[in-house]
C-alpha cells in the first residue's frame, strides 16, 4: 500500500472543509510508453485498495485484469478505515482523531480526491474503469465528471441512484449501531455491537432465500437453539467489527444513500446517462435483491454503447464478488 499526501484545503460538496488529504492506494504492473494500459478498479463498501485480495479472479494473474498486461490502479475510499482520511483519521485542529466530527462526504467527494491521485500519478487516461456495487457508482459518477478521460467501463450491481430500498436498509443498519450505548463514545471501537447487528442485516440483503435455505438450513431437526443460520450471521457480524469500524460503516452508508447521477445536472439520471460515450459492460445478478437486475437494465437502456450480461448465481448481490470466473470470462470476451 502506498500514501498520497494532498496537503491543501479539500472541499467538499456540502461545504466543509477538510484541511489536507491522505489517499492510501495498490498499484500493480506497469505503465507501458503511451499510458494505454490503465485499469482503475472502484471499490465498494468495506473492501480496501489491495484489489488483488477481495477480488481475486477478476483481478491477478488468473483474472482479466492481469498485471502482466495492465497497469491496475485501486485506491482507498474518502471516509474508510484502511489508510484515506476518514474518521480515525488525527484532526489537525485537535490532535485528536475525528471520529463523529468527520464531516460527511458524498460518492462525488471520492471520486474527486480519487481524481486528484490521477493527476499525481500522471495518468491522462484510463483504459478500463471498474466497479461493482458501491465501486459502480464511483465509477458512473467519474464517467459523469470526466467523461474524456474514461475510454471503456464496466458496470456490476449497480444503478444510476441509490434506491428508496437502498436507503430503507443502510438507516436500518445505522439504527442498529445508534442503538449501541458506547456509540459516539470518541474511541476507536464505539459502536461495534452495534455494527455486529448493521452486518447482519447486510448480510441478508446481500445474500437471498435461496441461498441460505441452501447454505444454513439446520441438518439437526431436534435442535431447539443454536441454529447453523445463526452461527453464519454471527460469524459474519464479528468477522466484520474485527476488520472494520463503526464510525466509517455508518459515514459510508450515508454516502452511498448520497448517490443520485442527476443531481445538480438537471435532476434527471437518465439524461445525465444518456450523455455517456463510454463502451460500457453492465452485468446483472438474477438473484440480487439489494440491487436487482431491474436497475442494470434501466442503465442499458439508457447508456448509448452499452451491453447487459446477466449472470445466473444463487448468490445474490454478493454473486458480483463470488463470480469472478464467469465476470473475468465476460470481460475478455467482450473487451
Partial sequence: MELFNYNEPFELENGDILPCLTIAYHTSGKLNNDKSNVIWICHALTANSDAEKWWPGVVGRNGFADPSKYFIVCANILGSCYGSTGPLTIDPST???YFSNFPMVTIRDMVRAHIILRKHLGIDKIHLLMGGSMGGYQALEWCAMEDNVVQNLFLVGTSATESAWGIAVHTAQRLAIEADATWRSHQKDAGAKGLKAARAMGVISYRNYRILVEKQTEPDTEKLD???ASSYINYQGDKLVSRFNAYSYWLLTKSMDSHHLGRGRGGNAETVLKSFKQKT????????????????????????NSTLITIDSP?????FITEAKKISEALAEWL
Fill in 226 to 228: 443454536n441454529y447453523k
Fill in 315 to 319: 448468490y445474490g448481490h454478493d454473486g
Fill in 95 to 97: 490532535q485528536q482523531p
Fill in 281 to 304: 459492460l453492465i452485468i446483472g445478478i438474477d438473484s440480487d435483491i439489494l440491487c436487482p437486475l431491474h436497475e442494470q437494465e434501466l442503465l442499458v437502456k439508457n447508456m448509448p
